[in-house]
């Protein structure tokens, strides 16, 4: 007797309390939180330094500079983007990754109030960049083709963290002239290593997909597939002259290779190949070369005048320090992004 009217209070309880209870919060974007997509397959890949892409650590780099400035950010591989569309963040930032990006319209696949956001560090198609909501590209000649066209486009060159990346010498780890790059897979020899083979100059080599060019005399060229990031600064702080080169299609559009950044922010002296967008900015703090003579020439002249290395690479050092440092690039991301997530929540109050 006793179970049946305990039981019924029971029941009775919990009908009351499901047509009292507060009413359950709708489904709502959270503009606090961001994903940031990648060109890697599986997740358990972000973990494998053998996957390690430039990608990863820049947007490691990205998610906690966002974090500075109130927005915390997460990594998404292609398996974390097409097995889960019901995430909570309330943008979605693109680097080299996307695929929807290239469909007609992205809010028809995405949330019609997520924010699609695209860090362009090399060229997109234009079709990708007209679908992103927010467009922040490295390069000042995208940004004011983007704009003529009426897209929300914002120069934001690349950065560098300087928890990451100081000055940092090490004798384990010198070198006399260093080369961290994966060889492309869509385009030819990189030229610093076709220069290298050409003029006789002996590079240290450290990135992926070398096994079938540093063949020969150069084989003992390649060190290593990978650096890991936090590894990078005694390398680059350690060595005598640190190598640049760009892709072809970042010179044509004018993105400069966050490496310059990084490598300038532990005071390391850097030679590249020849982008006057380099030189606007360094002036003469980093030499540049535009064919193996004057590549030769420049190692064989720094390698022999090592004050002149140092003078340059503290030149080079304050520059990028002035410029180019994370608190300085992310501030305005953020900013540009909170500012678009606000009007956002305006439209949907029925402000105008």
Known sequence: MYKLIGAALFLIGAAAGYFCREPVSPYRLDYGRAVINLPITYSHYLEDDLYALGEKYLAEDLAAALAEYGIEARLYTFEDTFS??????????????GPELLMSDYHDYADKDRVAVLFETIPYELREVKNADIVFTGS?????EYRAQGINSHFLPQFTRTEKFYPAPNDDYRTRILYVANQWPDFGVRKTVAYAQKTGVRLAVFGDNWENILTGASAMWWKMRQIAGDQLKYYYSSADIVLNDT?????????????????TACKAFVISDYMPEIEEIYGDSVPMYRNEREFKALIDYYLAHPEERREKAERAYQITMARFTADKIIGQMAQIMKQYADNLKGRDNGEK
């Open 84 to 97: 889960n569309r019901n995430f909570y963040e309330g943008f979605e930032i693109y680097l080299r990754s």
């Open 247 to 263: 892709r072809p299609d970042m010179i044509e559009a004018g993105f400069v290779s966050n490496r310059i950044f990084d490598a």
């Open 140 to 144: 000042l000649k995208k940004d004011r």
